[in-house]
């Protein structure tokens, strides 16, 4: 069975950081990529980075520069550190693999004004 589970969302102001985690289990993780999407409150969901099995990475626009996606295959963990937070980053922040089919319960990411 495969398992997703991500963590370290929180509540931060403006400007600050966190960094997310996703655990994940019941497949080869070395052989995956995975990535992180957002959703708020009344929007789709949206793409915000990949992270390869060669670590070659892939940002959307509106977080080039802010987020750094990583990965430990020791861990098989996911990391997505979060720097320069805005209050339009919230949302609830999901792990998945690359072909979608697998995801996590999410964590919330508020950034107050």
């Known amino acids: 069975q495969v398992q997703l589970l991500e963590s370290g969302g929180g509540l931060v102001q403006t400007g600050g950081s966190l960094r997310l985690s996703c655990v994940v289990s019941g497949l080869l993780f070395s052989a ?3 990535g992180w999407y957002r959703q708020a ?4 969901r949206e793409w915000v980075a990949n992270i390869g099995v060669s670590m070659t990475t892939m940002y959307a626009d509106f977080v080039k520069g802010r987020f750094t996606i990583s990965r430990d295959n020791a861990a098989n963990t996911v990391y997505l550190h979060m720097n320069s937070l805005k209050p339009e980053d919230s949302a609830v ?3 998945t693999r690359d072909d979608r089919r697998y995801w996590g319960q999410g964590t919330q990411v508020t950034v107050s004004a």
Do not use: L
Not at 41 to 44: E, L, R, S, T, Y
């Open 32 to 34: 995956n990529t995975f």
């Open 41 to 44: 409150p009344g929007k789709q």
């Open 93 to 95: 922040y999901y792990c």
